[in-house]
């Protein structure tokens, strides 16, 4: 069985400055991994994913996310936060199937 | 718009009702899944189907819940004699062959039930 832990269920940031979003994951297998963003009254949207390639991965709108297998972390980055990227985001593992297994969210406050 | 739609976004209803709700796919894409999503949660994993096979089903789904896929497009969620703790929003997304490995999949904007 594969889960995900968001270590923030609430992250406040000033406009500019960096943004880091935490996640720690458990899977018996060598996982594929998927960060999600929901902006408020819209549909879930992938900002990024990580499939055994490269360790580093670049989304969309600047984010990107670096997967430590020694530290079964899969962290979500961003050097300079924009006000529009207040929202839910959600670090997710798949399993067999497609079937998404998601965290609890992590609410990204941007401050002006 | 060629995402996935959802309808109807909103319902209210009462306790003991029953409710459907409805989801388009993307037109080519062959995979459904429900999800539900509680407030201040994560989506959770309900069912899904492959083409018109429900292929897997979560023990979050109980006997008041069945969701069918008849002709391999839209899929229904059906809900029988809904309780209180059913409030929730209900997400469907769909995935195509291109991405049936790479977990990738596109969520509708959800359908809100509140159950009084």
């Known amino acids: 069985a594969q889960s995900v832990t968001q270590l923030d269920s609430h992250v406040s940031v000033s406009e500019g400055t960096p943004v880091l979003l935490r996640c720690n994951y458990s899977s018996s297998y060598s996982p594929s991994l998927f960060w999600y963003v929901q902006h408020p009254n819209k549909g879930l949207q992938l900002l990024l994913k990580?499939?055994?390639?490269?360790?580093l991965v670049k989304g969309i709108n600047g984010f990107e996310a670096e997967f430590k297998k020694s530290e079964t972390s899969f962290h979500l980055t961003k050097p300079s936060a924009h006000m529009s990227d207040a929202a839910e985001y959600f670090c997710?593992?798949?399993?067999?199937?497609?079937?998404?297994?998601f965290g609890g969210g992590t609410r990204l406050m941007v401050k002006p | 718009d060629t995402g996935v739609s959802q309808d109807p976004r909103h319902k209210i209803t009462k306790r003991g009702q029953n409710v459907t709700f409805r989801c388009d796919p993307i037109s080519e894409h062959n995979r459904l899944y429900w999800y539900r999503q509680t407030l201040g949660q994560g989506p959770e994993f309900l069912t899904y189907f492959q083409n018109e096979a429900q292929l897997e089903k979560s023990r979050l789904l109980s006997d008041r819940f069945s969701a069918e896929r008849p002709k391999g497009s839209f899929s229904t969620l059906e809900i029988q004699r809904t309780e209180q703790g059913d409030s929730a929003m209900y997400l469907c997304?769909?995935?195509?062959?291109?991405?049936?490995?790479?977990?990738?999949?596109?969520f509708g904007e959800g359908s809100r039930l509140t159950v009084l």
């Open positions: 997710v593992v798949s399993g067999a199937g497609n079937m998404l297994t």
């Open positions: 990580y499939t055994s390639a490269a360790t």
């Open positions: 997304a769909s995935a195509g062959r291109g991405t049936q490995n790479t977990g990738e999949l596109f």
